[in-house]
């Protein structure tokens, strides 16, 4: 079974910075899109950043310059750096990917648990 596993979520006052990580495993054929989530209770899940198996990155404006999201292909997992945390930025953020299994040989949304970050004033 495909599983996301994230990790890195804590506390941080503002300006400080924290590194999230997420893993896949699993019996994966690929890999394809691999992004972060955040979402704040009663608020809608949002996109944070996504990265290409190639590189190609994209970031919601408002972690432009502050965040920077990088991945592994070979070791099947993905990073978000953020830095200068503000606390807007406080939300679960969960980590997405495209995947196609070898169980189910077609690519499929899959998400991790989420990961708690709290950026305090």
């Known amino acids: 079974q495909v599983q996301l596993v994230e990790s890195g979520g804590g506390a941080v006052q503002a300006g400080g910075s924290l590194r999230l990580s997420c893993a896949a495993s699993g019996s994966i054929l690929w890999v394809n899109l691999m992004g972060w989530y955040r979402q704040v209770p009663g608020n809608q899940r949002e996109l944070v950043a996504t990265i290409t198996r190639d590189g190609n990155t994209n970031y919601t404006n408002s972690v432009k310059g502050r965040f920077t999201i990088s991945r592994d292909n070979y070791k099947k997992t993905v990073s978000l750096q953020m830095n200068s945390l503000k606390p807007d930025d406080t939300a679960v953020y969960y980590c997405?990917?495209?995947?196609?299994?070898?169980?189910?040989?077609?690519?499929?949304?899959?998400w991790g648990q989420g990961t708690q970050v709290t950026v305090s004033s």
């Open positions: 997405n990917a495209g995947i196609a299994s070898t169980l189910l040989r077609f690519e499929s949304p899959y």
